[in-house]
């Protein structure tokens, strides 16, 4: 199946869509970033992939569109796409007249409740909270050495890593399962795909829900929402919030 990678960033909660993947034992560090054009609406640019990257399933995706479009003061969209073939979607309809604040005010750095920072090769994003405790609250920036993999996007696999604001953050959501209210942040793996199997614990359920939300020490707090109707795995391992599918 064709899949092409969104992300939504809400603010006073924030939402975002992304993907990357592993290797053995060993990292790759993805795509790098060129032909960067930045207004008040957002940036978009061209992903390119580094010729030490290759996915484990092949059929790699060399070049990709990135669209980054901040559409409320808390809430930013990613989107990651192949621009030469289409792809089918999942439509996404959001419903302006729910929005408490105008969307022209997301037009001024001003007024947005987050600031984007990207790295160009390796490729990585990084979005924060602004105001009196700012904290980074998605980050798929790779470091030497690598310690995760950067993007990885082929024509069947995707996976991307975002950090944790701790290796012992507070997370909820990834449902439906039967399980405590609070992820598991250290060293669990949570099966999204819609499954009508009564209702054994730590399994995944009748929906899918790809949405997580993350409570900072500060008692802020932040969503990520991946749209994408795949099957897909999202690991939790030391600090680290991984997407495949």
């Known amino acids: 199946a064709h899949m092409a990678l969104r992300a939504l960033l809400f603010g006073g909660l924030v939402a975002l869509l992304l993907c990357t993947a592993v290797l053995g034992s060993s990292f ?10 930045a207004d008040d609406h957002g940036l978009s640019g061209t992903l390119t992939r580094r010729q030490d990257s290759k996915s484990p399933y092949g059929d790699d995706v060399d070049v990709l569109q990135l669209d980054v479009t901040y559409e409320t003061p808390t809430r930013m969209r990613i989107r990651i796409y192949d621009p030469k073939e289409e792809r089918w979607e999942v439509p996404l309809v959001l419903n302006e007249h729910r929005t408490q604040t105008p969307r022209s005010s997301a037009d001024s750095s001003d007024g947005r409740a987050y600031h984007l920072s990207y790295t160009e090769d390796p490729f990585g994003l990084a979005v924060s909270r602004v105001g009196d405790t ?21 024509n069947q696999y995707l996976e991307l890593t975002t950090r944790l604001a701790s290796e012992d953050a507070n997370l909820y959501g990834l449902g439906e399962r039967v399980h405590n209210l609070r992820l598991n942040p250290s060293n669990a793996t949570y099966t999204l795909w819609a499954r009508d199997q009564g209702c054994p614990v730590d399994k995944n359920l009748y929906g899918s829900h790809p949405v997580h939300l993350e409570v900072v020490p500060s008692g802020l707090a932040h969503g990520i929402f991946l749209l994408n109707s795949n099957a897909m795995d999202v ?11």
Not at 139 to 146: A, D, Y
């Open 134 to 154: 700012p904290t980074t609250i998605f980050n798929t920036s790779v470091t030497q050495p690598l310690s995760f993999n950067g993007l990885i996007f082929s």
């Open 28 to 37: 790759v560090p993805g795509y790098t970033l060129s032909g960067v054009k």
């Open 235 to 245: 690991t939790l391992h030391k600090g680290l919030l991984t997407y495949k599918t």
